[in-house]
C-alpha cells in the first residue's frame, strides 16, 4: 500500500526589508507524516523509527504537549475547542525529523482534513531558540482553495531582532507535487520579514532517506547553527534588540475569524 505520508525538497527563503536588509536562502527537506501511519512507517522504514532512536526520527514529545502523548489526540481537542470536528479525517504534520536524535522546528504545521478530504484547519506551531513554544489554531474557509490565507497576531517572541507587536499573513498550499508556505511578517509600519518555503514532493522510503542523509547530513542541527550565524551577522549590522517578554500563560491561540486574505506572494526563486 502507497504510504499516505511524503518528503518534500526545496529552499526556504528570507528576506528582511527593515530596519537592515539582510537575505539568505538554504536547501532542505520537510516530512509531511499522517499522524496516524507513524507505527507502519516505524515498521516498515529501516531509517526511520517513531518514538525511539533512529538516523531519522519521529517524537511525539517533540509537538504538541511535548509530553509524549498522542498527538492525533492533541490536535482533536484542540479542533474541539475551535468547533472544528473531523471525524475519521486525516491529520497530517509537516516537519523536520530528528536526525541522529536532534531536531528543531522553527515552525511546524498540522494539515487538518476531514473525512471527505477536505482541508479544514490548520495549526501553525512556532518555536524559538529559548525552549518556548506557541500554536496558531485556524479554520479553512474555502476548503476548495488550492492555497489558504490567514492572518493573524504574534503572541510568541521569536527573534530579539523583530518586535512583538507584528502581524503575520500566510499563504499556505495544500500540499500535493510541491507544498509552499509564504509567511510576511508586518509591523504598524508595514513590512518587515518575508520567508517562504517551496518543496517537490518525494516518496518516502529508505532509499529516499539514505540519500537525503547525504545529501542534507545533520541538517536540523545545521538549522539551528544557521539561525545564530545569522542572528550574528544582523548584530554586526547594529539592528536594534528588543526586549524578550514572557513566554504566552496558554499554549494555543484560536483564531476564530481568519480575516480577509492577505497580499502574499509565493517566491520559488
Not at 536562502?25 to 516498515?44: A, H, I, K, W
Not at 497576531?153 to 507584528?166: E, T
Request: contains cysteine; hydrophobic residues 40%; neutral net charge.
Amino acid at each position: 500500500m502507497t504510504p499516505r505520508s511524503s518528503a518534500y525538497v526545496g529552499h526556504v527563503v528570507h528576506a528582511r526589508k527593515r530596519p537592515r536588509a539582510h537575505r539568505l536562502r538554504y536547501s532542505v527537506f520537510y516530512l509531511l507524516l499522517d499522524l496516524e501511519e507513524l507505527p507502519d512507517l516505524d515498521q516498515n522504514l529501516r531509517l526511520f523509527g517513531y518514538n525511539c532512536a533512529g538516523v531519522f526520527s519521529f517524537h511525539e514529545r517533540d509537538h504538541g504537549p511535548k509530553d509524549g502523548s498522542s498527538l492525533r489526540d492533541w490536535v482533536d481537542a484542540q479542533l474541539a475547542e475551535a468547533g472544528i470536528a473531523i471525524p475519521g479525517g486525516q491529520v497530517k504534520l509537516l516537519c523536520l525529523p530528528r536526525i541522529l536524535g536532534y531536531a528543531f522546528n522553527p515552525i511546524a504545521i498540522f494539515y487538518c482534513f476531514d473525512q471527505a478530504g477536505r482541508f479544514k484547519a490548520a495549526l501553525y506551531e512556532v518555536s524559538n531558540t529559548f525552549h518556548e513554544t506557541h500554536t496558531y489554531l485556524l479554520p479553512v474557509e474555502d476548503d476548495a482553495a488550492d492555497t489558504v490565507h490567514h492572518t493573524f497576531d504574534k503572541k510568541l517572541y521569536v527573534s530579539p531582532f523583530i518586535p512583538m507587536d507584528c502581524r503575520y499573513a500566510i499563504a499556505l498550499r495544500n500540499p500535493d507535487e510541491h507544498a509552499t508556505i509564504a509567511i510576511r511578517e508586518s509591523d504598524r509600519e508595514g513590512d518587515l520579514l518575508a520567508a517562504t518555503f517551496h518543496g517537490r514532493r518525494a516518496a518516502l522510503s529508505d532509499r529516499f532517506l539514505a540519500a537525503t542523509f547525504l545529501r542534507f547530513p545533520l541538517l536540523t542541527l545545521k538549522v539551528m547553527v544557521g539561525i545564530h550565524w545569522d542572528a550574528l551577522k544582523l548584530w554586526i549590522k547594529r539592528t536594534p534588540v528588543f526586549r524578550h517578554p514572557p513566554e504566552p500563560s496558554h499554549s494555543v491561540s484560536i483564531v476564530r475569524n481568519p480575516g480577509s486574505p492577505p497580499d502574499v506572494r509565493v517566491r520559488t526563486d
